[in-house]
């Protein structure tokens, strides 16, 4: 009985293959004329960062350059020892997923206010919000530095995060994804007694997990690799992020540049591995919030 049953779900399967249609093969496009060679563009930096974190100090000063004689991965050990790296890292992690947690909460809250709540001046206040997108951070560099003077924060890691709680940016993709809920969600919710912010936590920010995975993947990568604004607000060595840290590695009449590259490489692993992990979330998030 059994062989006939393994006998006849072979010959269904041969079957089920047989009427399935051939696969098409996809032709290459017209635009991966273009696609291909600005990727090579995009690649050749982080290609030609990795060949040098692995050659010589003799071998990246030849002209013209060429491929490292061999892989000299002891610069990755002389750039984690050479300062504290690990240090460095950690206050990294911590600003970037403390400023990823504020921009959850806190955007995510803005953008139902404003999606939701009908009050005085909605629109008004919401263009407002997007104006601010065309303000230059070099404008509000030293207001907000002042600012964090005021409240005693410069030259610590609070003078790093306050200023990144929320950005414009993520306001506006949270409305965006709010106003594409149908409100028969919320009102069901409200039949249910459930209040504004139980609706929020328990019926909508459930269905928005592209975008805040969306939202968390940009704002990680725009707060891990800020240069200028801890430049300018942080001053101890302890305090610094890694990327501030790396500038140590260059002297004013010297730099190891392998050293300066493997360091650069490692900083930029996590990254790298955050955006492949997350890159699927991109296309559902504007797909759902209706950007172009």
Not at 211 to 217: C, I, K, M, R
Request: charged share 10%; glycine share 6%; hydrophobic share 50%.
């Amino acid at each position: 009985m059994a062989d006939t049953a393994l006998a006849r779900s072979r010959g269904h399967a041969r079957t089920t293959e047989r009427e399935r249609p051939p696969r098409r093969r996809r032709r290459p496009s017209p635009l991966h004329l273009i696609l291909i060679p600005l990727s090579a563009v995009m690649l050749a930096p982080l290609i030609w960062m990795v060949l040098l974190s692995i050659s010589t100090e003799a071998e990246t000063r030849r002209f013209p350059p060429g491929l490292p004689s061999g892989v000299h991965w002891q610069n990755y050990l002389d750039a984690w020892h050479q300062g504290p790296f690990g240090h460095w890292l950690l206050n990294s992690a911590l600003v970037s997923v403390s400023c990823v947690i504020g921009n959850l909460v806190l955007c995510s809250l803005a953008g139902y206010a404003f999606a939701r709540i009908p009050f005085l001046g909605n629109r008004v206040l919401f263009v407002v919000v997007l104006a601010t997108l065309m303000v230059p951070f070099q404008i509000v560099m030293l207001p907000t530095l002042i600012v964090m003077q005021h409240l005693h924060l410069t030259d610590t890691l609070g003078a790093l995060i306050a200023p990144n709680l929320a950005t414009p940016f993520g306001v506006f993709l949270m409305r965006q994804f709010f106003t594409t809920v149908p409100k028969e969600l919320e009102e069901a919710a409200r039949i249910d007694g459930a209040g504004r912010l139980r609706t929020l936590a328990s019926v909508l920010l459930p269905l928005m997990g592209p975008t805040l995975a969306t939202l968390s993947v940009l704002t990680f990568l725009n707060v891990w690799n800020d240069f200028l604004w801890p430049l300018i607000a942080v001053q101890s060595p302890g305090n610094m992020t890694i990327q501030l840290g790396l500038q140590n590695f260059q002297g004013q009449h010297f730099t190891n540049w392998p050293v300066l590259m493997a360091g650069t490489v490692t900083s930029q692993i996590p990254v790298l591995v955050l955006f492949v992990l997350a890159q699927r979330f991109f296309v559902r998030s504007i797909a759902s919030s209706g950007l172009k």
